[in-house]
T-cell receptor, first 114, second 109 residues
Framework: NAGVTQTPKFRVLKTGQSMTLLCAQD?????MYWYRQDPGMGLRLIHY???????AKGEVPDGYNVSRLKKQNFLLGLESAAPSQTSVYFC?????????????FGPGTRLTVL | GQNIDQPTEMTATEGAIVQINCTYQ??????LFWYQQHAGEAPTFLSY??LDGLEEKGRFSSFLSRSKGYSYLLLKELQMKDSASYLC??????????WGAGTKLIIKP
């Protein structure tokens, strides 16, 4: 099992460019999440999904869109990148919505917007 | 608002014991998690507490007091590989995790 994987690992964008981050999990998990992690701040939830075909907004959704067309994949899109979106992006998944379910994280994508 | 507080940085000596505190104010409570994150890597799960008391797991223990909105992570027999950030997270009434900024633990020989 690869667990949770993220593509790409690093990316540099210019302001206004677009890109898509891909998250894939092979654990048959229902729930998937996109977080961003900035220095001095906790992980902040961007969007999440409770199952194939569903998405919902998290704490900081502006400037991002997501899609969950297949259960194993969760895509995060930036339509017009801004320097404020420079961050490390983590994808996570968990089996169900139970409180005791652990979130498993991918290795992260380091994005710089110039 | 929702708030998770933990110290920014702590230093300890190899072989010693360290306690990392976490206080929280959240809308609802469905458990508290501790994660470990080495520099440049993903967070990995350490412990989960939902009832008051101490949960022991090898060299690591986690304590919870729901009435005080307080938890701590206790690391014993510190090893150099324990140098990492330790993240406290609370599951709120919507079953979403609210994360603290993390405590960077530096272990000195």
């Amino acid at each position: 099992n690869a667990g949770v994987t993220q593509t790409p690992k690093f990316r540099v964008l210019k302001t206004g460019q677009s890109m898509t981050l891909l998250c894939a999990q092979d654990m048959n998990h229902e729930y998937m999440y996109w977080y961003r992690q900035d220095p001095g701040m906790g992980l902040r939830l961007i969007h999440y999904s409770v199952g194939e075909g569903t998405t919902a907004k998290g704490e900081v959704p502006d400037g991002y869109n997501v899609s969950r067309l297949k259960k194993q994949n969760f895509l995060l899109g930036l339509e017009s990148a801004a320097p404020s979106q420079t961050s490390v992006y983590f994808c996570a998944s968990k089996e169900r919505g139970e409180a005791t379910d652990t979130q498993y994280f991918g290795p992260g994508t380091r994005l710089t917007v110039l | 608002g929702q708030n998770i507080d933990q110290p920014t940085e702590m230093t300890a000596t190899e072989g010693a014991i360290v306690q990392i505190n976490c206080t929280y104010q959240t809308s609802g409570f469905n458990g508290l998690f501790w994660y470990q994150q080495h520099a440049g890597e993903a967070p990995t799960f350490l412990s989960y507490n939902v009832l008051d008391g101490l949960e022991e797991k090898g060299r690591f223990s986690s304590f919870l007091s729901r009435s005080k909105g307080y938890s701590y992570l206790l690391l014993k027999e510190l090893q150099m590989k324990d140098s990492a950030s330790y993240l406290c997270a609370v599951m709120d009434s919507n079953y979403q995790l609210i994360w603290g900024a993390g405590t960077k633990l530096i272990i000195k020989p």
